[in-house]
């Protein structure tokens, strides 16, 4: 069973900068591609980004290309979200999720998912 592990989240200023972390434990070895999800109050979860097991494609949404990217640690078993330049319509829960297909962008391609980290970016 794998187990997903989102932190980094918090409040921040409009511009600002934070890095999101998912850790991964349990049987590891099935995933293929990593990939964040957030969804704001009252609105459907919406894609972000997508990373493959090799760290080696990304996937970025359009609505955060040029600010987020995607990275992957091997050693540590993480995925991070780097967003730069937030805005305050960046506020939501964002969401890890786990899965052995190629880089789904939908939320239905994903089978395990971690329990969110709240960002708010202030304006």
């Known amino acids: 069973q794998v187990q997903l592990v989102e932190s980094g989240g918090g409040l921040v200023q409009a511009g600002g900068s934070l890095r999101l972390s998912c850790a991964a434990s349990?049987?590891?070895?099935?995933?293929?591609?990593r990939g964040w999800f957030r969804q704001a109050p009252g609105k459907e979860r919406e894609f972000v980004g997508t990373?493959?097991?090799?760290?080696?494609?990304?996937v970025i949404a359009d609505s955060v290309k040029g600010r987020f990217t995607i990275s992957r640690d091997f050693a540590k078993n993480t995925v991070y979200l780097q967003m730069n330049s937030l805005k305050p319509e960046d506020s939501a829960v964002y969401y890890c999720?786990?899965?052995?297909?190629?880089?789904?962008?939908?939320?239905?391609?994903?089978?395990?998912w971690g329990q969110g980290t709240q960002v708010t970016v202030s304006s």
């Open positions: 349990g049987r590891t070895f099935s995933l293929y591609s």
């Open positions: 999720a786990a899965t052995n297909l190629q880089l789904p962008t939908s939320a239905s391609g994903y089978s395990t």
């Open positions: 990373i493959d097991w090799l760290g080696r494609s990304t």
